[in-house]
């Protein structure tokens, strides 16, 4: 039997996000070898001549219009995420909903997915995200005093937006949405101490497509984590961050705002969110639904240098690592 792995094509914006390859690690680690990588928005274009099986973890899907996935593909849907922008375009071919029931019951990183595949009659429960298994391989025993700050409110970072893209800057300032551009930097310093914010190292999850290519990409989600399992403090707003750290032990604070109350990430956050500590800007608003169960910090109360996570409940964790072993093994 060969075995595959999930591969990303090149960001529209012409950067891609790592966090998408971290997913594809947390895979790695149950595979014997991976005799192909295959891109995840076109499983359906997949030519190989041999069965082959994936564990289909992540997110789906930029192009709902490229799916079911082909029938030599033998796929175990754990921790799957529809996005609700595209969810309703999938899950509107019969051809799809039959094949997520062929393939049932589906394992999703999230309630939001839970609902949009019970609404359509299909077999599915809550499975946690597979990053929460990433301390198989990366936890480390070993520790530092390093504090990384990555992406933290990049929502909001319209400072690095110029930066990347000059051209927005005129249609910015019709808008007027240029007068934002210190509105990040304002909330991050009125949450995150001075001392923290002068001693940390600065990560992203974000680089350019034309820089790296495929082996590249994997090795910086490789090195980050390393770094991640190493380190005394990681301050994130990104989900691929925060769960890592969760897994491999490095406490963690994940920083809600930066666009996160859109309906579109709303639909994301239950199920992930809830088991970090969390620090919330002051105009972020969740669902009452999502809010009533999370671990909510002061920033000003906080001991920055000493943060413990809470604890999670480790059998979504056991039974991921079980599910995934076996499909492998079977």
């Given at each position: 039997m060969k075995f595959g792995l999930l591969n990303y094509e090149d960001g529209a914006s012409g950067k891609f996000?790592?966090?998408?390859?971290?997913?594809?690690?947390?895979?790695k680690q149950f595979l014997p070898?991976?005799?192909?990588?295959?891109?995840?928005?076109?499983?359906?274009e997949y030519d190989g001549t041999d069965e082959i099986k994936m564990i289909m973890n992540g997110w789906y899907t930029h192009k709902p219009l490229n799916w079911p996935p082909v029938d030599n593909i033998k796929p175990l849907f754990v921790s799957f995420h529809l996005n609700s922008a595209h969810a309703s375009i999938l899950l509107s071919k019969k051809e799809n909903i039959d094949y997520l029931k062929k393939h049932s019951p589906i394992g999703c990183r999230d309630f939001g997915t839970v609902k949009f595949l019970k609404d359509k009659g299909i077999d599915c429960y809550?499975?946690?995200?597979?990053?929460?298994?990433?301390?198989?391989?990366?936890?480390?025993e070993e520790k530092n005093d390093k504090i990384y700050i990555v992406d933290v409110l990049y929502k909001d970072d319209y400072k690095q937006l110029y930066k990347d893209f000059p051209i927005r800057i005129l249609s910015h300032l019709i808008k007027g949405k240029i007068f934002k551009m210190f509105d990040r930097d304002k909330k991050i310093e009125k949450i995150i101490p001075e001392n923290i914010l002068n001693k940390a190292e600065y990560l992203t999850h974000s680089y350019w497509n034309k820089d790296y290519n495929e082996s590249e990409r994997f090795e910086i989600a490789e090195d980050l984590l390393r770094k991640f399992s190493k380190a005394k403090l990681v301050i994130t707003s990104r989900i691929h961050c925060a769960l890592p750290c969760l897994a491999m032990g490095t406490p963690v604070v994940f920083i809600g705002g930066g666009g996160l109350s859109h309906k579109h990430e709303m639909s994301?956050?239950?199920?992930?969110i809830e088991l970090l500590n969390i620090v919330l800007t002051d105009k972020v608003e969740l669902s009452k639904e999502i809010s009533n169960n999370l671990h909510i910090l002061d920033p000003k109360k906080m001991d920055w240098e000493n943060i413990t996570n809470p604890s999670f409940n480790d059998e979504y964790t056991t039974d991921l690592i079980n599910k995934c072993r076996n499909f492998i093994q079977s």
């Open positions: 996000n790592v966090g998408d390859h971290i997913q594809s690690l947390a895979a070898q991976v005799d192909d990588l295959i891109y995840r928005d076109r499983l359906n809550y499975s946690a995200c597979l990053t929460t298994t990433l301390g198989l391989k990366y936890k480390s994301r956050l239950k199920g992930t």
